[in-house]
């Protein structure tokens, strides 16, 4: 299977149904009063995880969603159908950021979680609705809401116990491979592996662990040097980090400097990520040129107050030790990470700060911007004269006019508003 971490998608929740204006008519009663019924909701669009999907791979060639439109109001005050929500499987650690902004809008880490990321248009009311001692028999309903539509970033971050971190080739794949059932492709150079590995490693009766092999990192990771940001983030989700170094040196470099250098790469990402669990793990040891690193990697351990083992992935060597040890530790860290905090949100929730905004554009006519106006509009039938006189009514109560004028408006300038545009005359 191909692992995608990273996707772009459009969505576009359902506008709700648009309300009917009709009066009832039946023998006897000649003068019914107003009986049209309200509009259905539109469906919103939700993001729910799913223990089936693993990878972000099917939004590489499904971009755009859309929910259904609500159903239309009947006579007889009969409501439009709610329409369903349009349902978005995602896998388990889904960070979801709005495209546009960059924040952080879902953070979906349990199963069947849910996250609704667009909101569907409630439906239009209906002319009954409009009914009042002043107003008897009112001939205007309400278009439905126009749903809510976004660009969304979806990033995969890796929901793994245990963590694999050192430089290029130093044996993390051979590693994962040994210990669990993971089959990563493993060769004699650089960069092997380019996408993250998970695998389940078992201890026994119902105890098990996740450990996940990050692809290498190198100096400059935290400035994205490698695709160091694509790996790092994969990271911050383990409760311990296995820090893997090349005792024998293969490449020439010194395994006491390469750990030095991957922590200084991992605090300069996140200062939290700094602070994991940490176990130094000196592998190749059957090499006969890893003896003379061993000392130096016992005595880093021991300066950094961390546990240190000794083995070879290769030739499976204190494996064993290594493994039980980390179940162990796994139990004792227990709930002292920190959990990651549940950032689900509902959106569209009306704020009490809705101010009128007013401003030109290059041809030099006026924009007025206010959410609850931009609704109205796109609500109102101006082909219905009560619906146009209910509009210019609210328009008066904003006292937009004298705003206008504030801004030096003048006759037969164009005003935008929404989707309206119109000539202002006094």
């Excluded at 159903?71 to 709610?82: I, L, M, W, Y």
């Excluded at 290498?216 to 989700?237: K, N, Q, T, Y």
């Excluded at 924009?367 to 008066?396: H, P, S």
């Amino acid at each position: 299977m191909q692992f995608i971490d990273r996707s772009k998608i459009s969505v576009q929740a359902g506008n709700g149904g648009n309300g009917k204006s009709s009066f009832r008519r039946e023998k006897f009663v000649p003068k019914g009063g107003p009986d049209g019924g309200d509009g259905g909701k539109g469906g919103d669009i939700v993001l729910e995880v799913d223990e089936n999907v693993n990878t972000l791979l099917k939004f590489r060639f499904n971009r755009r969603f859309t929910a259904e439109n609500g159903g239309a109001g009947d006579v007889k005050k009969q409501f439009g159908r709610g329409a369903e929500d349009c349902v978005i499987k995602v896998p388990q650690g889904t960070l979801v950021k709005d495209a546009t902004t960059g924040e952080i809008l879902a953070d979906l880490t349990e199963l069947r979680q849910r996250a609704i990321v667009a909101k569907g248009g409630r439906g239009g009311r209906g002319n009954a609705k409009f009914k009042s001692a002043s107003r008897r028999a009112p001939t205007f309903a309400e278009f439905g809401e126009p749903g809510e539509s976004r660009e969304l970033l979806l990033e995969l971050k890796l929901l793994a116990d245990v963590g694999l971190v050192g430089y290029p080739s130093v044996g993390k794949s051979s590693l994962i491979a040994a210990v669990s059932s993971a089959r990563p492709e493993i060769a004699d150079y650089h960069f092997t592996t380019l996408v993250p590995v998970l695998g389940v490693v078992n201890l026994g009766y119902e105890k098990s662990f996740v450990m996940a092999d990050i692809p290498g990192l190198i100096e400059g990771a935290a400035d994205g040097v490698g695709l160091g940001h694509d790996f790092l983030r994969h990271i911050e989700r383990t409760k311990l980090i296995l820090h893997i170094v090349d005792a024998a040196a293969v490449d020439g470099r010194n395994p006491v400097d390469d750990f030095k250098k991957i922590n200084v790469e991992l605090k300069r990402y996140s200062e939290k990520l700094s602070k994991r669990p940490q176990i130094l793990v000196a592998n190749k040891i059957d090499l006969p040129q890893a003896a003379e690193n061993l000392p130096a990697l016992e005595k880093l351990a021991a300066q950094e107050g961390i546990k240190f083992f000794a083995i070879s992935a290769a030739a499976h060597k204190n494996l064993d030790e290594l493994i039980n040890f980390v179940g162990n530790k796994l139990e004792e860290i227990g709930k002292e990470v920190e959990p990651v905090v549940d950032t689900v949100k509902i959106f569209n929730v009306d704020k009490e700060d809705d101010p009128v905004i007013i401003e030109r554009n290059d041809a030099a006519e006026f924009i007025v911007r206010n959410k609850n106006l931009e609704k109205i509009v796109a609500m109102t039938n101006f082909d219905n004269a009560e619906g146009l006189r209910r509009f210019q009514f609210i328009w008066r109560m904003k006292n937009l006019d004298a705003l206008l004028k504030a801004r030096g408006i003048k006759e037969g300038t164009t005003v935008h508003i929404g989707g309206l545009a119109f000539e202002w005359q006094e």
